[in-house]
């Protein structure tokens, strides 16, 4: 069997210059600017909105087995920012239309995870709503371990750090390869860091579309 090529990625200096194209282990271990899309996805069909958090691989190169944004993936060369709509259907199985998501911004993100690994992303960060519970969505296995819902509300007082944990409910891979109905206590520790100014782009949307009341409020939250 052939093996599967190696993901190219367009990347840019910290200006969003475009620079050329490099493969993915290079981007990584370099720093090198590339491109994400991310899709935060929230569930208000039960009255009391519910965001859905991804339970990421345990095999994944970056953030290992945490929970974090609905859906996410790299833009690879060429792409456009619309193309990042297949991310949707290849971990969730949802079809949807670039022009249904509701864009939050682009955020610069940099995560250096040690000196051989060194993740700098231009975030095009979107927000998507269905009326799906957890066990409706089909999960790409080698990506996602698992789809936990929590109440929106309590998600930010948990990033502001006014709350410690708070309760998901959803679907986790079990020794089986199957997904099967799990609950998980959601702390700060379990989550992928975001910066603070992160959190204040995706939750100022949230709060302009009546989703969360009181917004977010810069304090002592994750990243």
């Known amino acids: 069997m052939q093996a599967k090529s190696e993901e190219q990625f367009d990347i840019y200096d910290g200006d969003r210059n475009w620079l050329g194209v490099a493969p993915r282990s290079e981007v990584h271990a370099k720093g090198l600017w ?3 899309f991310q899709c935060w ?3 208000r069909s039960t009255g009391t909105p519910q965001l859905y958090l991804q339970l990421r691989a345990p095999n994944k190169d970056l953030f290992p087995s945490l929970l974090d944004i609905s859906c996410a993936g790299h833009l690879e060369a060429g792409e456009s920012v619309e193309a990042g709509v297949r991310e949707l259907e290849e971990e969730l199985g949802l079809t949807a239309r670039f022009e249904d998501l509701i864009p939050c911004g682009m955020f610069a993100e940099e995560d250096v995870i040690s000196p051989t690994l060194i993740d700098r992303e231009f975030c095009h960060v979107f927000l998507y ?3 799906k519970d957890t066990e409706e969505f089909v999960l ?3 990506e996602v371990s698992g789809l936990f819902a929590v109440d929106l509300q309590a998600f930010a007082r948990l990033v ?3 709350l410690t944990e708070i309760p998901g409910t959803g679907i986790r891979s079990a020794d089986d390869g199957e997904y099967r109905e ?5 702390t700060r520790e379990k989550l992928v860091p975001h ?3 992160y959190y204040e782009l995706l939750f100022g949307e949230m709060t302009r579309q009546g989703w969360l009341v009181g917004g977010y409020s810069a304090g002592s939250g994750v990243g």
Not at 182 to 186: D, E, K, S, Y
Request: glycine share 8%.
């Open 182 to 186: 799990a609950g998980m206590t959601v």
């Open 41 to 43: 996805i929230v569930n």
């Open 140 to 142: 790409q296995a080698e």
């Open 34 to 36: 590339h491109q994400t």
């Open 195 to 197: 910066p603070q100014a």
């Open 160 to 162: 502001q750090g006014e």
């Open 129 to 131: 709503e269905v009326s």
